[in-house]
């Protein structure tokens, strides 16, 4: 059975007006754990729905819940409502009007869609059980998930199971593409500082030039995942930025590089850490110098649970068709703090795909612009959602 036909025909209605709410929340980006109007916006919308709004977990963060009939199942959806700290050059008449902060990720884009689906969903009420809404701050940055858990989220509003997507214009339009298990990888940042003692130039055999050591640290890194960790087990080791000196005659004091840390295995993890570290050190010190080194253990792996992995496969299944339903053969190493709420609850993580052409920018670039053409579908599945999982027994 393909629902879609149906439903996108009968919410058609509604697209006009979640278009316009994705537009004025692209207008109006805010960082991750600022979305101050954003929240604001995204708890009148839901009160005038009828729904019950708790707001200030995790500060600015937003929960709807709606209860209807007298069933005791729960269901949880996620969408992220935060922006980043990029300059727009999308061209669009509703591009930022905040300089140097975007939607380049498509946030406004889930913001929309879940909205749009909480209208419908609120005017139908063709649900017997309780569904909450969650709008979290802070996915780029702070790991707005955690703090909401950490804020009570699942115990004041217990969820069965909770969902979340992320749209991707690299995958085909209208896909569903997820798998069970590990579906995105563990992020861990390190900043390496090499201390050396600058000088002239022109007398290098006077100074301790961490230029030198830190080329050297950087292209020793290279040797952990190929060296260290089993060839089958992925891992990233990334130098992201290195920076040292101002002038050709002058060997700086200082350098400086920035790394992203990317894995599933907590082995692989704990082992990425220890010859970063060693690396880091032994080289350095191989030239006389030492280095100050601040790691940082940042998301934990996105790791579906296979109940409702399957569960989304089967609706999505009935909802576009087999052919728009696709399982990934492997993870991918981008990160995501949904993570956090599949630690606590049963859940699944889903892409939706959003291609319009080969050469779309991808998500992160200063000319993203989230695919409105996917509004309909996404806003009808999640409606399809709540309607099938909280359906009367
Ligand atoms: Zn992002
Ligand atoms: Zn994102």
């Known amino acids: 059975m393909t629902i879609q036909p149906k439903n996108a025909a009968a919410f058609a209605n509604h697209m006009p007006d979640v278009r316009a709410i994705r537009h004025h929340l692209h207008r ?9 109007k954003t929240s604001d916006f995204v708890a009148a919308q839901l009160e005038a729905m009828g729904y019950e709004v708790t707001r200030g977990l995790a500060g600015t963060g937003v929960v709807a819940t709606l209860r209807n009939g007298t069933g005791g199942k729960t269901v949880g959806i996620r969408a992220d409502i935060d922006a980043l700290p990029i300059v727009e ?28 689906a909480a209208k419908i969903i609120a005017e139908r009420r063709n649900f017997d059980g309780t569904v909450h809404l969650i709008f979290q701050p802070a996915e780029e940055n702070f790991g707005g998930a955690r703090i909401m858990i950490e804020d009570g989220l699942f115990e004041r509003f217990p969820c069965d199971a909770v969902f979340a997507l992320h749209n991707e214009p ?32 022109a007398e290098p055999q006077s100074a301790l030039d961490p230029i030198v050591a830190g ?21 990233v080791v990334t130098v992201g930025a290195f920076h040292a000196g101002v002038a050709s005659n002058v060997i700086p004091e200082k350098a400086e590089m920035l790394l992203t840390i990317r894995s599933f ?11 970063i570290r060693l690396i880091a050190e032994g080289q350095a010190e191989s030239y006389g110098m030492s280095v100050t080194l601040d790691y940082q253990r940042g998301y934990n792996p996105t ?3 296979k109940a409702e992995t399957n569960y989304i496969v089967d609706l999505a299944t009935r909802f576009a068709g087999a052919d728009k339903v696709m399982e990934m053969p492997r993870p991918t190493m981008g990160a995501e703090d949904f993570a956090y709420m599949l630690e606590e609850r049963p859940g699944a993580y889903f892409f939706l795909g959003t291609q319009r052409t080969e050469n779309d920018p991808p998500l992160h670039h200063p000319k ?16 399809e959602l709540v309607e099938d999982y909280l359906k009367a027994q």
């Open 265 to 275: 295995d907590a082995d692989a993890r704990d082992e990425l850490e220890k010859r």
């Open 368 to 383: 993203f612009d989230f695919n409105d053409d996917i509004l309909p579908v996404g806003t009808a599945f999640w409606v």
């Open 170 to 201: 690299g995958l085909p339009f209208g896909h569903f593409v997820l798998r069970d298990g590990p579906i995105m990888a563990a992020v861990d940042e390190c900043k390496i500082t090499v201390n050396g003692y600058g000088g002239h130039g």
């Open 89 to 116: 050059d999308t061209g669009a008449d509703y591009a930022s009007l905040t300089p140097g902060v975007m939607h380049a990720c498509g946030h406004d884009g889930h913001t929309a869609m879940l909205l749009g």
């Open 28 to 36: 109006n980006p805010e960082i991750g754990l600022s979305e101050f």
């Open 215 to 235: 080329a050297s640290i950087i292209m020793a890194l290279q040797t952990i995942v190929s060296r260290n960790i089993h060839p089958l087990t992925p891992t």
């Open 303 to 305: 790791v579906n649970h």
